[in-house]
């Protein structure tokens, strides 16, 4: 089966929450702060046939910088299945890309 990336909406902003927390344990967000994250960010879940194996965040560009961030989350029970790439700096744990917009 193949992955599927849906927008996050105000109907499932809370299913997107739910993975972030799981998944960040250490920094729990309140329905408040998803709400705030979706007003500025795009939001997305990833599914593979009927079930949610993970989300992202893409944080566009500020206006002074060309960088875009994209952060991706996949739960415990379906990593090291192909869903996402693994970006991870010598002695760390954070996994990350950064994006540069080419014009």
Excluded: F
């Amino acid at each position: 089966m193949s992955l599927r990336i849906v927008p996050v909406g105000p109907d499932t902003i809370g299913l997107w929450r739910d993975i972030h927390n799981a998944v960040i344990p250490a920094h729990q967000l309140t329905s408040d702060d998803a709400h705030e994250r979706l007003s500025r960010n795009s939001l997305t879940l990833a599914y593979v046939g009927e079930d949610v194996v993970g989300n992202a965040t893409i944080r566009p560009p500020r206006p002074d910088s060309m960088t875009a961030t994209v952060i991706v989350r996949i739960l415990p029970g379906y990593r090291r299945k192909g869903h996402a790439d693994r970006y991870v700096l010598g002695g760390e744990t954070a996994t990350y890309v950064d994006l540069y917009l080419v014009t």
